[in-house]
C-alpha cells in the first residue's frame, strides 16, 4: 500500500511590531526606494523582547492543527527548521512539544537555513513513508532579528521574524501529497553566507554575513536548475503547476526563476514586501497565507523552492 503525505492544514504567525524601510532609513545609511529597487521589500514583522522562536512556532502550530480539524494529541513527530533555536540545545522542537502538551512520538530540529522548510517537508515525508510516525507538525519559525548586525544596512534592512506550520499525515489511496522533493547543497558557498558566531568557533552567536552579490548569482542559477529537475523527475510540464511558492530572499530572484518556467506572475505567491526575509518560515507563511485567501485550493500542484547559506537548496512537488 503506497503511502502519500497529505498536507491536512496550514498556519502561521507574524509578530506585533512592524518596521517599514522609512523607519530603517532613519536608523540606517539607506532609503525606501534602494530596498524595494533591489529586493522588493517594503517592511519587516519583529519579534517582541522575550518572544522567542518556540513561542511563534507554538502559535503557528495551534493554528495549523485548528485547520486541520486535529488536536495536538494526534501528533507524533515535530520536525521544526530553524537556523535561529532558543538555546544551543536541546532542539527546540521538544520545547515545543512540551507547550503543546505532546508527550508522545518525536521531535528535532533540521538546519538547512532558508532552505530548512523544503528539507524537513522532504525529511518529515520520508520518515511518514517508512511508518516512523504517522501525523506531522513541520515548522519554519525564525527569530532573524536577534541574529543581524542593527548597522550593517547590507544585512539588516533584508529579514524579519514569524512562523509557519503544516500538519502532514500519512494517507493511503489518495493523489494528494508530497509527490516528491529534491535536495542539494554545496558546501563551497559556506563563506559566502554565514553567521560570524557559534558555540564551537566563538562561542558567542554572531550576526549574519552575506556576499549579496554571489549569493544571488548562484541562488538565481541552482534554483532555476531545482525546478527544472524536479519537474523532469516526476513527469510533469511547466503548464500543470498552479503554483509556485517561493522563498522569500528577493523579488527579482523569485521573478527569475518564474520566468524560467515560463509561469505568470499571477501564479506566483509573493510574500516578501510586506514581511521581507524570514528564512525557513517564508515557505510555509506564504503557502499559509494563500490557502487561506482562497488562491491555493484542495487538488492544485504547488511547487515549492529556496535557496540558502550552505549553500543549500532544493525543492518540493504538492499536490495539496
Ligand atoms: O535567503 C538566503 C539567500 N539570500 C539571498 O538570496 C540574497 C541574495 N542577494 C541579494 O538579494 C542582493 O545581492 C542584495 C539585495 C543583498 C544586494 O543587492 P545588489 O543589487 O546585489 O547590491 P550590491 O550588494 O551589489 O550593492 C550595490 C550598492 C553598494 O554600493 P557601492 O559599493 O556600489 O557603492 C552597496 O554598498 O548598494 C549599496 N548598498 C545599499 N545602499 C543603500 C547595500 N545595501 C544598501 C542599503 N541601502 N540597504
Redesign the pocket.
Known amino acids: 500500500m503506497t503511502l502519500r503525505s497529505v498536507i491536512l492544514g496550514t498556519g502561521s504567525y507574524l509578530p506585533e511590531k512592524k518596521i517599514t524601510n522609512h523607519d530603517l532609513s532613519e536608523l ?4 525606501h526606494e ?2 524595494v529597487e ?2 522588493g521589500i517594503c517592511a519587516r514583522y519583529i519579534a517582541a523582547p522575550g518572544e522567542y522562536t518556540s513561542d511563534m512556532a507554538v502559535e503557528a502550530s495551534r493554528r495549523a492543527l485548528d485547520a486541520a480539524g486535529l488536536s495536538a494529541q494526534d501528533i507524533d513527530m515535530i520536525i521544526l527548521a530553524t537556523s535561529t533555536p532558543d538555546h544551543t540545545f536541546p532542539a527546540t522542537a521538544t520545547r515545543i512539544q512540551s507547550k503543546l502538551g505532546i508527550s508522545k512520538g518525536f521531535a528535532f530540529d533540521q538546519s538547512a ?2 532552505s530548512g522548510f523544503v528539507f524537513a517537508l522532504a525529511t518529515a515525508d520520508t520518515f511518514l513513508k517508512q511508518k516512523m510516525a504517522t501525523t506531522a507538525l513541520v515548522i519554519g519559525s525564525e527569530t532573524m532579528s536577534r541574529i543581524l548586525d542593527w548597522n550593517d ?2 544585512t539588516a ?2 529579514f524579519g521574524d514569524g512562523a509557519g506550520a503544516v500538519v502532514l499525515q500519512a494517507q493511503a489511496h489518495t493523489d494528494r501529497g508530497i509527490i516528491g522533493s529534491l535536495l542539494r547543497t554545496d558546501g563551497s558557498g559556506y563563506d559566502e ?1 554565514y553567521v560570524t558566531g557559534g558555540p564551537s568557533t566563538t562561542q558567542t552567536t554572531g550576526t549574519i554575513h ?1 556576499n ?2 554571489e ?2 548569482r548562484h ?1 538565481v542559477n541552482r534554483l532555476g536548475e531545482a525546478v527544472e529537475e524536479i519537474l523532469k523527475i516526476h513527469g510533469i510540464s511547466q503548464e500543470e503547476i498552479d503554483w509556485l511558492v517561493p ?1 522569500q ?2 523579488k527579482r ?1 523569485i521573478d527569475a526563476t518564474a520566468k524560467r518556467l515560463g509561469l505568470p506572475d499571477k501564479k506566483v505567491i509573493h510574500t516578501g514586501a510586506d514581511q521581507a ?1 524570514t ?1 525557513s518560515a517564508s515557505i510555509p507563511l506564504a503557502l499559509d497565507q494563500a490557502v487561506r485567501d482562497g488562491r491555493i485550493k484542495k487538488g492544485d500542484l504547488v511547487l515549492c523552492e529556496a ?3 550552505g549553500f543549500a537548496w532544493g525543492s518540493n512537488l504538492i499536490r495539496m
Open positions: 540606517l545609511d539607506t532609503t534602494w530596498i533591489r529586493t537555513v532558508c544596512r547590507r534592512v533584508l553566507l552575506m549579496g552579490r549569493v544571488f541562488a522563498h530572499a528577493n530572484i526575509n528564512s535557496f540558502a547559506g
